[in-house]
């Protein structure tokens, strides 16, 4: 666990970029950093390598003052993947990533073997291993990043906007595997964005920071979505929040009807084609499985020609339908449970 407290980070010049912050950053958690440019989110993360020196205030990691840790020491024990990677231009790919084991002392060859197990863990091809950072995509280079800052295994990583600068598809792919990673490797992760989705999809737990260094809100995803603290969050998390907070329920309680009730739907061996609609066929707008979330069978209801949404099974066999309006029902019954269940205070 990361610890703040009370931290405070003057600049010489007079600005406060954090300003009495307390936080704390689960272990094997990624906590997100978002906020509008400028309201201090790198100066914060840069504090817990000491890249930048606090002014008041204490962070400790596990407990331990970071200030009671030789810096160098620290820094090797924390991961930093930056916007555009950082790499080093004259250096090879495999020999960027086994930079750090060979600062701690691995030789080449055992520092090179885990520079290449770590590129077939980011998916990058081992033909890249000889390459030079010029001769890669930007969504490359990011993966060069992030297998750089996992080559000493540390149990900590920062992140800066690793990803802001990818165009969106890079972005996603990027986000995904990223994701997919840290669910094996469970490292305890600072992520800053200035992209509420990406906080959204990427953070265990998201902080909204504001100007001037303080958190307007931390909580899980779902959270800030339904319940935004105040004006400020409720207008950073965006407009659609209540359709993007069904992405946090499964779809799988949804009371379907039977797939042969819809006298309309095409079936061929148990799959759905269509929608027959006049004798002429048209496209369903998509399937919803039990592992999708109330989003996608919302949107998948809307989509369709009939307002009708597929339920599917793994093999893509129809095992129900739902109209929009009866998802509308459950969705209201469901939140009036919720809020019958909640304590009164
Ligand atoms: P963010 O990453 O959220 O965009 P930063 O942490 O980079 O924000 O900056 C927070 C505030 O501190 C901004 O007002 C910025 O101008 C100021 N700042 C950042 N670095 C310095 C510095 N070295 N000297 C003075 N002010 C700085
Ligand atoms: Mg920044």
């Not at 201090?40 to 003052?65: C, E, H």
């Not at 033909?127 to 950072?133: M, V």
């Not at 959270?223 to 004006?231: I, K, S, V």
């Not at 061929?268 to 929608?275: I, K, N, S």
Request: with cysteine.
């Amino acid at each position: 666990m990361i610890t703040f407290d009370s931290v405070t980070k003057k600049y010489p010049d007079g600005t406060v970029a954090v300003d009495n912050l307390n936080l704390e950053l689960p272990t094997g958690k990624i906590t997100a950093f978002v906020g509008p440019s400028g309201c201090g989110k790198t100066t914060t993360l840069r504090l817990i390598n000491r890249m930048i020196d606090i002014t008041t205030g204490t962070i400790s990691i596990d407990g331990v003052d970071i200030m009671q840790q030789d810096a160098s020491d620290l820094r090797r024990k924390i991961g930093y993947v930056i916007q555009h990677a950082g790499l080093f231009p004259h250096r090879t790919i495999i020999d960027n990533i086994a930079t750090v084991p060979r600062l701690d002392g691995a030789t080449k060859e055992a520092a090179r073997k885990i520079a290449a197990e770590l590129m077939e863990r980011v998916g990058l091809p081992a033909t890249f291993a000889k390459r030079y950072p010029m001769q890669l995509s930007g969504g490359q280079q990011q993966r060069v990043g992030v297998a750089r800052a996992l080559a000493a295994d540390p149990p900590v990583m920062l992140m800066d906007e690793p990803f802001s600068a990818l165009d969106p598809i890079v972005r996603e792919d990027l986000q995904q595997e990223f994701s997919r990673l840290q669910s094996e490797l469970g490292k305890t992760i600072a992520f800053v964005t200035h992209d509420i989705d990406e906080a959204i999809k990427m953070g265990d737990l998201v902080a909204i920071f504001r100007e001037g260094g303080n958190i307007a809100q931390l909580g899980t995803p779902q959270e800030l979505l339904e319940n935004p603290a105040d004006e400020f969050v409720a207008n950073f998390v965006g407009r659609d929040r209540g359709f993007r907070s069904l992405s946090f329920d499964s779809a799988r309680d949804l009371p379907v009807a039977h797939a042969a009730s819809a006298a309309d739907l095409v079936i061929e061996d148990g799959v759905a084609r269509g929608w027959s609609i006049n004798g002429r066929t048209h496209k369903l707008g998509g399937t919803f499985t039990d592992n999708d979330s109330l989003r996608q069978a919302t949107d998948v209801a809307i989509s369709s020609p009939v307002g009708i949404a597929v339920k599917v099974d793994q093999d893509g066999r129809a095992t129900g339908v739902i109209t929009l309006a009866q998802i509308a029902e459950h969705l209201e019954k469901q939140r009036q449970a919720e809020r019958n269940s909640a304590p009164t205070n």
